[in-house]
Nanobody
């Protein structure tokens, strides 16, 4: 059974930094693309960043230059380093796995974590 578990969310002031992690069990990183998504209340889930099997990445325009996605295949862990945080980054953040390509559309992803909340105050 595949299980993805996010951690690292919390509350931070605007301009601050935070790092999210996503640990997997029953799943081997490095075989398919993985991604971070977020969903704010009343809004659709949106892709934040993705990484493919060779380390290629893609980012939403809203986070380019501020967020960095990375993974440690040996530890089966996905990361999202978030800098220069803004109040509009406030959302529940989810990791997702098992897409055939690096995709910021949620539909190709087979596995999802339960999410971790990020709140950025002004």
């Amino acid at each position: 059974q595949v299980r993805l578990m996010e951690s690292g969310g919390g509350s931070v002031q605007a301009g601050g930094s935070l790092s999210l992690s996503c640990a997997a069990s029953g799943y081997t990183y490095g075989k398919y693309s993985m991604a971070w998504f977020r969903q704010a209340p009343g809004k659709e889930r949106e892709g934040v960043a993705c990484v493919n099997i060779v380390g290629g990445t893609n980012y939403a325009d809203s986070v380019k230059g501020r967020f960095t996605i990375s993974k440690d295949n040996a530890k089966n862990t996905l990361f999202l380093q978030m800098n220069s945080l803004k109040p509009e980054d406030t959302a529940m953040y989810y990791c997702a796995a098992d897409s055939p390509g690096c995709n910021l559309d949620p539909s190709p992803y087979r596995y999802w974590g339960q999410g971790t909340q990020l709140t950025v105050s002004s």
